[in-house]
């Protein structure tokens, strides 16, 4: 069913040597492993990194990614990152811009095909039929709706089956009929369905016949939904058809696991299988073979176009071979891509066409191609003792990256089958073990915290890459959560961890914001104009002024918008392009890099300092005091307001860093700048009595107490707005009373940060563990709320990677340093910390335990890149050499890099 998600918007309710390099180390201690899962898969999930589960629903499954294309496992839908379907106003029938739904080409592993119940509303009546090589459902199957899957049968005649046949009386009467006899009881024979069972056995269910005499319609069910419906809707059970397998799959038992370490979704089976069956009417042993299955489904990182899906079939009877079936799954046609099959070669199935609603006038609909493995023969022999690989792998490819797109997704599937499975696995796995050594969060001593952050961290990079710059969407690229879009999300929830944990794909987000600068040029341009976000009455806006739009999708443009004008947070929510312009900075202190510095982040910077400059008021006039009107904060219940507290401080921020930054390029800052900067500092609201940060002026009284999700707090972390401690505490202790407590995820996680600044561990301790709460079981799937809301919430995994990243370890921003006064280990950890982080061109270790604070360096780029460790207290620094600790009592200290000598 679909759901309303936190903003008003509809959407669907998702031990190698290779592992030992992954996302956090052992964390032995909190629960146990479930101990019926494969003992292989033990050391994996006592590491950390593996999540189990002895059945799945469906409903919150993980999905695979590698940041360009991601799917939900067990889906019929692939996305792809910057394929977005409609027009950037919602004028047109396919509405908003949202992500393009790709079907997908999937098979599933059965000893028999489905038996699929369909129902012509039309006429009443009902079909049943088994959509394989030997049996195709009606020929006028236009007309019908699948309704459900009513069980497994045989292709092909065994020992113990007889032919289900299916006949069909047309005219006025319009009714069909199944039997186990070929005599027909009206009309003509139609054709056989396929095979069932006439003994029944523990595994099998009947197929039940019943009849309406009203509607002179017979239906066969296999379901307890189908018996359910038929009893309800005055059908009259007639008798048994014949006994089908319950399922499609016919397992006898299944584990499965996502394994995030090698970004892999495994499921082991045991199937059953009829035996010694070829082909149609050919007579087999009838005996059961038991075989053993692995799937895997992974996204290879190395490899951005391709989902694989791996299928290990073992057999260990010494004897007997073993046949079973791949099944074509269905997929329901994408309203959001065009897409006709095309002449491929000899075992791919390959579409090609584009999307349909460009999301302006100006642009042309971007082309799509899909190829995927279809393999001529689906039925699958297994020789006694031995084992066979099935490979299927899918490619999508669009023109964003490609001028011969459906070329190169044939070639990409092609080259991917000539690799052998194994091999094509190992490359995946060792590409996600780079990349997790080359940034990882550390966890000793907490199963369960262990999981919730590699779960998180996962799930974040399955939807980013280095090499491909199109943004973080709160439901990450597996789903069309919120549409897709890029909000304040990636900059200010996403985007942190990745700073200091993998600055490339930090790079890749703010390089997905420069490239549409022209969409925030021509936002500000429009500002105040009939149709555009709200500016003071005279506002002029600079030709260089940015305005980043409140929801970004592939264009740049403003994708908030009701038909005609945008909707409040398109109109009111401007803090966004301040939290971009705050990201920049940040990625330019921890990186030093002048050239991002010239070519992307000032250009940036500089042209929201523009707008900004020019969209505040002085009030009153000459008095040097600037305003900011008709605002929304991140407290989206209060709107507008004057002077948000965060509006307005992520404003001076943004007009301050655009006159250092132009200072460090040797440029001449606009002294507007500075002046705005200073005078909108002025107007922050600030409490002398109670010695807090009202959230806007005019709070609490002017629109209720009641606050949404993280704003005023934030002043503190991340924005590091200078206040005295007591004033810390004083907006931590008001904010926490007011947070609606069934607001977004990772508003918890800053309550947890503050307070650890503050020094009071047992206020952040319970605030630390709700930022993780919405972690979903068995997967570990966040959620928006504890209730539901978009699924997979990456923003909240965001949220409470900060909690670990600047939280548990201390760690701040400064632009000639990096700070560290880190808590004790939160929850029941024994130590934490950043196995690998990332500062002016050096990835160290930083390890933090209750007594101690620990430093390693791993390696610079660059021999002049040296760095030290000094104690804030006494001033005593130590250099860092590679491959020696340094070990401290867990006070503060500054990371920095070591001066040159007089």
Not at 62 to 69: A, S
Request: hydrophobic share 40%; with cysteine; proline share 8%.
């Amino acid at each position: 069913p679909e759901a309303i998600n936190m903003r008003g918007m509809p959407h669907a309710l998702p031990l190698t040597a290779l592992a030992v390099a992954c996302i956090a180390a052992c964390a032995l201690g909190s629960q146990p492993c479930d101990e019926s899962m494969p003992s292989d898969w033990l050391p994996r999930c006592h590491a950390g990194n593996l999540f189990y589960s002895a059945s799945v629903d469906g409903a919150l499954m993980p999905e695979v990614g590698n940041g360009y294309v991601a799917s939900v496992v067990g889906s019929d839908t692939i996305f792809a990152a910057g394929l977005f379907n409609g027009d950037n106003m919602g004028a047109s029938p396919a509405g908003l811009p949202h992500r393009a739904r790709i079907p997908t080409h999937r098979y599933q592993l059965s000893s028999g095909h489905s038996l699929k119940q369909y129902w012509s509303s039309q006429r009443k009546d009902h079909t049943l039929c088994a959509t394989d090589q030997y049996s195709v459902c009606p020929s006028d199957a236009g007309a019908y709706d699948k309704v459900r899957v009513e069980g497994a049968c045989l292709p092909t005649q065994a020992e113990g089956t007889v032919a289900l046949n299916f006949f069909y009386r047309g005219g006025s009467a319009n009714d069909n009929f199944v039997s186990l006899n070929k005599t027909s009881p009206f009309g003509d024979f139609v054709r056989v369905a396929c095979y069932v069972w006439t003994n029944p056995d523990s595994r099998l269910r009947p197929l039940r016949l019943y009849y309406n005499a009203d509607i002179i319609d017979h239906m066969a069910v296999a379901t307890d939904a189908g018996i359910a419906y038929a009893e309800k809707n005055g059908y009259t059970f007639l008798g048994n058809q014949g006994y089908v397998q319950p399922a499609a799959l016919g397992n006898q038992s299944s584990h499965y696991a996502l394994d995030v370490a090698q970004a892999t979704f495994f499921k082991r089976s045991t199937v059953s299988s009829s035996t010694g069956t070829s082909g149609p009417g050919a007579k087999g042993t009838g005996t059961a073979v038991m075989l053993e299955v692995e799937e895997r489904w992974f996204a290879p990182l190395d490899r951005p176009s391709l989902l694989v899906h791996q299928v290990t079939l073992r057999n260990n009877d010494p004897t007997t071979s073993a046949t079973v079936h791949l099944q074509l799954a269905d997929s329901a046609p994408s309203t959001d891509v065009r897409l006709l099959p095309v002449p491929s070669p000899l075992g791919l199935y390959a579409l090609n066409g584009s999307t349909i609603v460009p999301e302006l006038a100006n642009l042309a609909p971007t082309g799509v191609a899909f190829a995927a493995v279809a393999p001529p023969n689906t039925t699958i022999n297994v020789m006694p003792a031995t084992t066979k690989t099935l490979q299927l792998a899918t490619a999508v490819v669009t023109s964003l990256n490609s001028s011969h797109p459906l070329q190169d997704a044939i070639e990409a599937v092609q080259q991917a089958q000539a690799i052998r499975a194994e091999k094509l696995w190992a490359a995946h796995i060792d590409a996600w073990a780079k990349r997790a050594a080359a940034g990882s969060i550390d966890v000793q001593g907490d199963l369960t915290l262990a999981q919730a952050v590699n779960a998180s961290l996962y799930f974040i990079r399955s939807s980013i890459r280095p090499d491909w710059p199109y943004g973080l969407s709160p439901g990450g690229l597996a789903s069309d959560g919120y549409h897709g879009h890029t909000f304040w999300d990636q900059e200010t929830w996403m985007w942190p961890p990745l700073a200091v944990l993998e600055p490339e794909s930090a790079r890749s987000a703010l390089q997905y914001r420069f490239n549409r600068l022209a969409g925030a040029r021509a936002k500000a341009q429009g500002c105040g104009t009939p149709g555009g976000a709200f500016c003071q009455l005279g506002f002029k806006c600079p030709p260089t002024a940015a305005m980043f739009p409140w929801e970004s999708a592939f264009s740049g443009w403003e994708t908030q918008n009701d038909k005609t004008k945008p909707g409040p947070w398109g109109e009111y929510e401007q803090h966004i392009s301040g939290d971009i312009a705050f990201a920049c900075q940040q990625f330019w202190y921890t990186t030093g890099n002048t050239t991002w510095l010239k070519s992307i982040g000032f250009p940036i910077v500089s042209a929201v300092a523009d707008f900004y400059a020019a969209r505040v008021t002085e009030t009153p006039k000459g008095s040097g005091n600037y305003s900011y009107n008709m605002v929304m904060g991140p407290d989206e219940y209060a709107y507008p307001v004057k002077n948000s507290a965060y509006t307005n401080v992520v404003t001076a921020i943004t007009l301050k860093f655009a006159t250092e930054a132009a200072t460090v390029l040797g440029l001449t800052p606009d002294p507007e700048w500075k002046r705005v900067a200073d005078g909108v500092v002025h107007t922050i609201p600030f409490d002398e009595k109670a010695r807090y940060h009202p959230e806007y002026e005019g709070y609490p009284h002017l629109r209720g107490s009641k606050v949404k999700q993280a704003d005023t707090i934030l002043l503190s972390f991340p924005l590091m707005w200078p206040m005295d401690a007591d004033v810390l505490a004083n907006d931590l202790a008001w904010y926490e009373g007011v947070t609606d407590p069934n607001g977004p995820a990772m508003t918890w996680a800053m309550f947890a940060i503050g307070w650890f600044d503050v020094g009071n561990y047992s206020r952040a301790q319970p605030l630390f563990e709700r930022g993780y709460a919405n972690v979903q079981d068995p997967f570990k799937v966040w959620t928006e709320t504890p209730h539901g809301g978009t699924v997979n919430f990456i923003t909240g995994a965001g949220g409470f990677l900060q909690s670990m990243v600047f939280g548990a370890s201390g760690l701040r921003i400064h632009g000639d340093h990096l700070s560290f006064n880190p808590p004790p280990p939160p929850g029941n950890a024994t130590k934490t910390g950043l196995r690998s982080f990332h500062y002016r061109g050096c990835r160290l270790v930083v390890l933090v335990s209750a007594t101690d604070l620990s430093f390693e360096l791993l390696a610079c780029a660059s021999p002049e890149s040296k760095l030290q460790v000094v104690a804030v207290a006494s001033g005593k620094a130590t250099p860092l050499s590679v491959g020696t600790p340094v070990r401290l009592s867990r006070t503060p200290v500054r990371l920095e890099k070591v001066k040159p000598s007089k």
